[in-house]
């Protein structure tokens, strides 16, 4: 996820089990062929071969364009830097990309869409796999079947859809029954992606979809052990225990750290309340947290103001149900 998921981010998710393997933010392609220090900007996990978490867990470069040679070049350019997956955006609702002709905007015409992927396709080969990533239309859903088609029939190994239109951009709900129709109509495997927060949106979801797999956005950085409770459930039946604060705070400064080892302490005092602010979302003690520490602008502050034994204890109900 651009300016949110970066390597650090990708290192710390995935250090808990349950993804099979992740996406990085995308390179913008225009029209040449990028230079080395772009993709590994992007992804340095290209300096392991293959592309891995330091979990083991796969790395795939994203590449967000519109023309089909550019794409291919620079496809050939990941490939000849190790890359062991490239991911074709053709989701992404931003309007100055939209109006760039990039992401969504391809959606309006599905022949572009299989252009692109065949284009890719081609220049890779069989050495890698390409993955698309699409949304139900761009205003409305008329061509969500054919741009699913569309990708595989340019030679995508696999579908995510995240179940709105560019138009839907990312308000409640995903239709994720539409993505079930996307599903029953292709033979390569499609993943369900939009609104999964919790493990009964996944159970959901796969229900309404038929998706075994499905892809985690925000879901995760709100969650991070929501992946593992997917597989844990997956493997066993049975339920994880909910996060409690002191595992956040502790992944929040496993954070801080990482980051800090490259950039300063104010950008890295941004990063932690962005991560927090989806935290926040479903978490009442991050959301507490969240109040307490939203202006502060010294890092050593920030962190103090997350650790867990700096929790205002929470009341407890039997001494609320005493008071007068
Ligand atoms: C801040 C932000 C950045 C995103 N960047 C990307 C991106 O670079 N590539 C991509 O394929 N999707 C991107 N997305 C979309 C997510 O991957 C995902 O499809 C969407 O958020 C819906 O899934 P979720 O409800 O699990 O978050 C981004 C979403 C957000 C909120």
Redesign the pocket.
Known sequence: ????IDAHTRDLLTRRPGFDWT?T??VRVVDARLPPRVFYRHCPELGTAPPSTPAGTPVYL?LLGSDPEALAANARQALRLGARGVDL?F??PAKLVNRHDGGASLLRDPGRVRAVVAAVHEAVGEAIPVTA?IRLGFADRRLALACGRAAQAGGATHLVV?GRTRNEG?RPP?HWEWIGRIRRDLSIPVIA????WTLEDYWKARTLSGCRDV?????ALADPWLASRIRHWQLTGGRLPETPWAARAEILHEFAALQHSTLPGRIVTSLIKQWLNHMRQRDAEAARRFARVKRLTDLDALLEGLRADTARRAPSPVAEADAP
């Open positions: 996820m651009e300016g949110v996406v933010e995308f994203q955006n989701g992404c990533k995240h990312y995903a992606n939009g609104d999964i892809m985690l956005g925000r879901g």
